[in-house]
C-alpha cells in the first residue's frame, strides 16, 4: 500500500500528458466486465471479521474534535458467511425457515415474497422464472431448462416502478410492472391476471424499493456484514492535511465548525489562512451562498500554490460588494509571495453566471477584486447532464443501433460534457503545477462541478491519489466531506423520479477518472472493476458511504456506528482491484488529452447489460501478465515447500539454506 507521505524532494516534477509516450504505457489496462455479471452480487463472498469504527467526529455532541478521533463504536452481531445460505423467510410463527432455493443473501437480509413470473427479456423474448424479493433485492432465476438466466438487482437501483396493461389487457404478456433501473437498464415482468398477484408485488417492490417514502430504514441500517478492515477508518482530515504538511506558517486547520454553525454544508474541519480570524470567517460566510466560505483543498507540495474551493459570492442584481471577502481572497493570494494575481475559475458558462444575479448569487467582477483574474469553464448546470444521460440510455439500451451509432452518440452531447469537465480540471492543474497562480474554484453552490474540478486537477497532480487508498481519502474528503448532495442527486430510498435535482455528477466524475486511465494505463493502482463497484454500491445502499447529502446529516444519522463502509468491502479483497501495469511514480503530473479524438464512451459500463454487444475483454498482454504473476507465485511456493522438506533431512543446520533465494541464488524473475 502506498505510504500516505509522498516525497518532498524539490527536484523537477516530471510531466506526462495523455496520448504521448511517456515511460512504459502498454494499451488497456482496463480490467473487463461479463456483461451478465453485477459489482453488487459480490455479496456473496464470505469476507468476515470483527469490525471497528474510528467515530473521530461522534455523532450528538461537539466536544474537542482532536479527541473524538480516538473514539470508536461496538461492533455488530458477528454474521455468518454468505456463501451456500438460502433466504430465511420469517413465518407466521415468527420462526425463520430455510427456502431450498440457493438464493445469496446478506448477513441482515430477509426475503418478503417470491412471485411465479415472465421476464420479457429485450434480447431473447419471454423467459418463465421465479422472482424472490428481500429487503435488499429483486432476484430472478429461471425456471426453463434452456435458460440458466439470474438476475440479481439491488432495490436502491430501481428508479420507478409502473404498471404495464389493465383487465381488459388481452395480448400475450401485456399484462405486468416496467421497472426503470438507475444504472443504465430497465426490467419488465408479466403476470396473471387473476389474484391480484401484480397488486401485491407492486405495493411489496413500492415499499422496500422506497423506504423513505414508507416510514422505513434504508438497507444500510439492516446490513449485518463483517470485514477484517474497517473502511471508516480510511480517511482521517487531520492525516491527510498533515500528508500535505499542513498546518504551516501560512495556513491553519481552524474547528469554527465543530457543531456546523457556521455552514452545515461544510465539513467540521477545515484548513483556513493563517492570517484569517474565526470573526473573519463569520463575515465572509454571510457573503457566500450557503455560508460556503473559501477553503483549501490541497496545497502543492514544492511552489506553495493552493487549490481553494467556495461557492459563489451574493453580488445579485444590484452588484453588491463585501470587503471582508474581498480581503479574504487577497490573504489567500498573499500565502504565496511569489503570486501576483489568484486565478478563479467558475465552472459556468458566463450566461448563466450572469442569469444567478437574479436570483441573489453572481461572481466576482474584475472593478471588486483587483488581484484576481476570473475564467468562465462553460461546464453546463445539473438538469443538463441529467437529459444528456437519458439520451444516452435511450440509444444503448436495449438495442445498439449500429448504422447511425456515431450520430446517435454525437446527439447526446455526454462526451463533449466530459471533455468540458476534464478541460477545466486540466487549467486548474496547470496553473498550479507551474506556480503561476493559485486557484479559486466555485459553480454555484460549489458541491457538484467544483467537486468534479478539485478532485480531477488533485488527482493529475498527487500520484498518491492513484493508489487504491488513495482515491478513496479524494472521494471521501472532496464528495463525501465537502457536501455533494448525495442524497438528492441519487435519491436514494425516493419515489419522486421526476426530482429536478437528480443529476448524474459523481457519475460524471467517474468517467472521467476511466478516461484518464484509459490514456495513462499504468499510472492509478485501482482497475476499471473498482470504479465500477463504486457506481454500482452508489445506488445500492448496501453501504452507508454515499448516504445523505452532508456530513452534518451523517453525524446526525450516526452513519459511522450504524453502517458498513464500502471501502471495507474494496480494501479486503484488494486485489481484485488491482491493475497489474501500475507503476508508482512520485511527482508525475497527468495531463490528459481532452478531445473528442480521444475520449470514448465506457462500453463496459453503459452497455454491459447487452449480451450482443462483445464486452472489452482483457488484452493478451495483460491476459498473458496475469498468468506469469501467478506462476511465479507458485513456483516460489514450491520452492519454499521443497526447501522445508529438505531442511528436514539434513543433519547440519548451518549448511541448510534457510531461504529460497539462498537456495538458487542465480534465479532472477522478471515479471
Not at 516 to 521: D, G, I, L, R, T
Request: proline share 5%; with cysteine.
Amino acid at each position: 500500500m502506498q505510504s500516505r507521505q509522498p516525497a518532498r524532494g524539490g527536484g523537477q516534477r516530471a510531466v506526462a500528458r495523455g496520448g504521448q509516450a511517456v515511460g512504459r504505457t502498454p494499451e488497456g489496462a482496463e480490467q473487463a466486465r461479463e456483461p451478465s455479471s453485477l459489482a453488487t452480487a459480490v455479496a456473496p463472498e464470505p469476507e468476515v471479521g470483527a469490525r471497528s469504527r474510528l467515530a473521530w467526529l461522534g455523532a450528538g455532541h461537539c466536544g474537542d474534535p482532536v479527541s473524538r478521533m480516538a473514539s470508536a463504536s461496538t461492533s455488530k452481531y458477528n454474521s455468518h458467511s454468505l456463501e451456500n445460505e438460502s433466504i430465511k423467510r420469517p413465518s407466521r410463527d415468527g420462526v425463520n425457515r430455510d427456502l431450498p432455493e440457493a438464493v445469496p443473501r446478506l448477513p441482515g437480509e430477509t426475503l418478503i415474497t417470491d412471485k411465479e413470473v415472465i421476464y420479457i427479456c429485450p434480447f431473447n423474448g419471454p423467459i418463465k422464472g421465479r422472482v424472490y424479493i428481500t429487503n435488499y433485492r429483486l432476484y430472478l432465476r429461471s425456471l426453463e431448462t434452456d435458460s440458466a438466466l439470474i438476475l440479481d438487482v439491488p432495490l436502491g437501483v430501481i428508479s420507478r416502478i409502473e404498471k404495464m396493461g389493465g383487465a381488459t389487457s388481452r395480448g400475450e404478456n401485456s399484462y405486468g410492472l416496467d421497472i426503470t433501473c438507475k444504472d443504465m437498464r430497465n426490467l419488465r415482468f408479466a403476470l396473471k391476471q387473476e389474484g391480484h398477484s401484480r397488486r401485491d408485488m407492486f405495493e411489496i417492490l413500492t415499499r422496500y424499493a422506497f423506504p423513505l417514502a414508507h416510514s422505513l430504514p434504508l438497507f444500510a441500517f439492516l446490513n449485518e456484514e463483517k470485514f477484517n478492515v474497517d473502511g471508516w477508518t480510511v480517511y482521517n482530515p487531520v492525516e491527510e492535511y498533515r500528508r500535505q504538511g499542513l498546518p504551516n506558517h501560512h495556513w491553519r486547520i481552524t474547528f469554527i465548525n465543530k457543531c456546523y454553525e457556521l455552514c452545515d454544508t461544510y465539513p467540521a474541519l477545515l484548513v483556513v489562512p493563517y492570517r484569517a480570524s474565526d470573526d473573519d470567517l463569520r463575515r465572509v460566510a454571510t457573503f457566500r451562498s450557503r455560508n460556503r466560505i473559501p477553503v483549501l483543498s490541497w496545497i502543492h507540495p514544492e511552489n506553495k500554490t493552493v487549490i481553494v474551493r467556495c461557492s459563489q459570492p451574493l453580488v445579485g442584481m444590484s452588484g453588491k460588494r463585501n470587503k471582508d471577502d474581498e480581503k479574504y481572497l487577497d490573504v489567500i493570494r498573499e500565502t504565496n509571495k511569489q503570486i501576483s494575481k489568484l486565478t478563479i475559475y467558475d465552472a459556468r458558462p458566463s450566461v448563466n453566471a450572469v442569469a444567478n444575479k437574479a436570483t441573489g448569487g453572481g461572481y466576482e467582477s474584475d472593478d471588486a477584486y483587483h488581484n484576481a483574474e476570473l475564467f468562465f469553464l462553460d461546464i453546463h448546470n445539473i438538469h443538463v447532464m441529467r437529459e444528456s444521460l437519458k439520451k444516452v440510455k435511450d440509444i444503448v439500451y436495449p438495442n445498439v443501433e449500429e448504422s447511425h451509432w456515431l450520430s446517435s452518440l454525437e446527439s447526446t452531447h455526454w462526451l463533449e460534457h466530459i471533455k468540458l469537465v476534464l478541460t477545466g480540471a486540466i487549467q486548474v492543474a496547470d496553473k498550479v503545477s507551474s506556480g503561476k497562480s493559485s486557484v479559486l474554484v466555485h459553480c454555484s453552490d460549489g458541491w457538484d462541478r467544483t467537486a468534479q474540478l478539485t478532485s480531477l486537477a488533485m488527482l493529475m497532480l498527487d500520484s498518491f491519489y492513484r493508489s487504491i487508498e488513495g482515491f478513496e481519502i479524494l472521494v471521501q474528503k472532496e464528495w463525501i466531506s465537502f457536501g455533494h448532495k448525495f442524497a438528492s442527486r441519487i435519491g436514494h430510498g425516493d419515489k419522486n423520479h421526476t426530482d429536478a435535482d437528480r443529476s448524474p455528477i459523481f457519475l460524471q466524475f467517474i468517467d472521467c477518472v476511466w478516461q484518464m486511465s484509459k490514456q495513462f494505463p499504468t499510472a492509478f493502482e485501482f482497475n476499471e472493476q473498482f470504479l465500477i463497484i463504486i457506481l454500482d454500491h452508489l445506488y445500492s445502499c448496501r453501504f452507508g458511504t454515499f448516504l445523505f447529502n452532508c456530513e452534518s446529516a451523517r453525524e446526525r444519522q450516526k452513519v459511522t456506528e450504524r453502517t458498513v463502509s464500502l471501502w471495507s468491502l474494496i480494501n479486503s479483497n484488494k486485489e481484485k482491484f488491482k491493475n497489474p501495469f501500475y507503476t508508482k511514480e512520485i511527482n508525475r503530473v497527468l495531463y490528459p488529452v481532452a478531445s473528442m479524438r480521444h475520449l470514448e464512451l465506457w462500453v463496459n459500463y453503459y452497455i454491459r447489460w447487452n449480451p450482443r454487444i462483445k464486452q472489452q475483454q482483457p488484452n493478451p498482454v495483460e491476459q498473458r501478465y496475469m498468468e506469469l504473476l501467478a506462476l511465479r507465485d507458485e513456483y516460489i511456493k514450491r520452492l519454499e515447500e521443497l526447501q522445508l522438506a529438505n531442511s528436514a533431512k539434513l543433519s547440519d543446520p548451518p549448511t541448510s539454506p534457510s531461504s529460497p533465494s539462498q537456495m538458487m541464488p542465480h534465479v532472477q524473475t522478471h515479471f
